[in-house]
């Protein structure tokens, strides 16, 4: 009862705000209004994760099992403004409540059965220290809280900071993180089934570079799970 009045007076001070359309929050709502998550484009890739327009960006590359995204991002739309209040505007309480969303999502379809841990893409150190904290480790925060599997972030690092994907070409994206991330503690994931997170992907050349080290640690398995996938 205390928690829910402060709560409430907070909100009155300062109120919480939905980051998709800007309208004022209630109580009970966290992150997007009602009606701006009904209208969220999910994409319904878990319920047929295995074969999917995200799945097929890894076919013959690497192997994966089950590919996910939530929402198709779309730059510049409402939706868009969730990922862009995450990784920029330094809210990592939203990736923490989108992550809790898409684990009680997915559940019901079995997305997370036999997964054993979650690895989140790493950040470069100087990226991490300018933006404070993971988008991507925020995520995986609220997907544990869901599921209890156990977050593994110092398996991989990521060697170096590399220019921006978001201007740049699919080809171009492949070059740019070639060689950027170095497995550092392959007996944490030998033999697990890994689920791989990111926060949007566009053409996977992110997650390709990133898996291709996890999977030097021998007899692993992939699942890969992120919030936005770009069309």
């Known amino acids: 009862m205390k928690n829910s009045l402060w709560h409430c007076l907070l909100d009155l001070v300062a109120p919480r705000l939905c980051v998709a359309c800007g309208r004022r929050l209630s109580p009970s709502e966290q992150v997007v209004c009602v009606s701006c998550n009904m209208h969220l484009p999910r994409t319904g890739f878990h319920l047929h994760a295995e074969d999917n327009p995200m799945a097929r960006l890894f076919w013959g590359i690497i192997p994966v099992e089950r590919v996910a995204a939530l929402f198709y991002f779309e730059p510049g739309s409402k939706s868009a403004n969730v990922v862009y209040d995450l990784k920029y505007h330094n809210h990592p309480e939203i990736g923490v409540i989108m992550g809790r969303m898409i684990a009680k999502e997915f559940c019901e379809s079995g997305f997370f059965e036999g997964i054993d841990l979650i690895v989140p893409i790493p950040l470069a150190r100087r990226r991490q220290r300018h933006r404070g904290y993971n988008q991507s480790r925020c995520l995986a925060e609220g997907i544990s809280q869901i599921t209890g599997l156990?977050?593994?972030?110092?398996?991989?690092?990521?060697?170096?900071?590399?220019?921006?994907?978001?201007?740049?070409?699919?080809?171009?994206?492949?070059?740019?993180?070639?060689?950027?991330?170095?497995?550092?503690?392959?007996?944490?994931?030998?033999?697990?089934?890994?689920?791989?997170?990111?926060?949007?992907?566009?053409?996977?050349?992110t997650i390709i570079a990133c898996a291709r080290e996890l999977l030097k640690a021998s007899e692993v398995r992939l699942s890969i799970l992120s919030l936005g996938f770009t069309k």
């Not at 921006?164 to 070059?175: L, N, P, V």
């Open 150 to 205: 156990p977050i593994v972030d110092d398996a991989v690092c990521r060697t170096h900071f590399e220019q921006s994907q978001t201007r740049i070409g699919r080809w171009e994206r492949q070059e740019n993180v070639k060689d950027v991330f170095q497995l550092k503690k392959p007996d944490t994931i030998r033999g697990r089934h890994i689920l791989l997170i990111d926060d949007v992907v566009t053409t996977g050349a």
